[in-house]
């Protein structure tokens, strides 16, 4: 990693629900992991759960990720973004369908308002299929001193669906 910048810790969120989400996702994580700069330490199991913003479409396959990253969040956004396009991710229709989909959560405690990014990711409050694999990963999180579970008081849980773990290679 570089040695210029100190690491910073970062959550992400993944998700899809064209072809395969869930090997989509690990493609996406080792993709990340592969890049200068940036380890993943952790993943959440996988969650079904039903489409958000745009409700006529697939199921999703949902995870979240902590990262290490010595990259500033704007190079970050990029490898991410470099990522979903090169995984075949077309932004035709918002909240439409997707192969893969990469949200920077949080950035250390940084708080950025630009044109291309908003940190915290301005909508995890709102988003049930972010806040239930954080939980698994970051049970301790809080946004604007609210707890995962305060956060998901008002929010419908009813469609999300722990999936079985991947199989082990034996």
Known sequence: MNKDRSE??????LGGN???????????LF?????????VTTRSPYYKTPPWGKTDQAEF???CA????????????????DIETRMG?????????????????????????EDNLSLPHPEIENRAFVLIPLRDIA???QLNGKSIAAMLQNLDISGIKLMDPPATPG
């Open 8 to 13: 910073i810790e970062v959550f992400i969120s």
């Open 18 to 28: 064209i072809g395969d989400p869930s090997v989509t996702i690990e493609d996406a």
């Open 31 to 39: 993709n990340l992991s592969s890049q200068p700069g940036i380890s």
């Open 61 to 63: 396959i949902n995870a």
């Open 66 to 81: 902590r990262l290490v990253t010595t990259l500033s969040p704007q190079d970050l956004l990029a490898a991410c973004l």
């Open 89 to 113: 991710r077309k932004r035709e229709e918002r909240w439409g369908p997707r192969t893969i989909d990469i949200d920077i959560l949080t950035y250390g405690d940084l708080v950025v308002q």
């Open 139 to 141: 049970a301790d999180f």
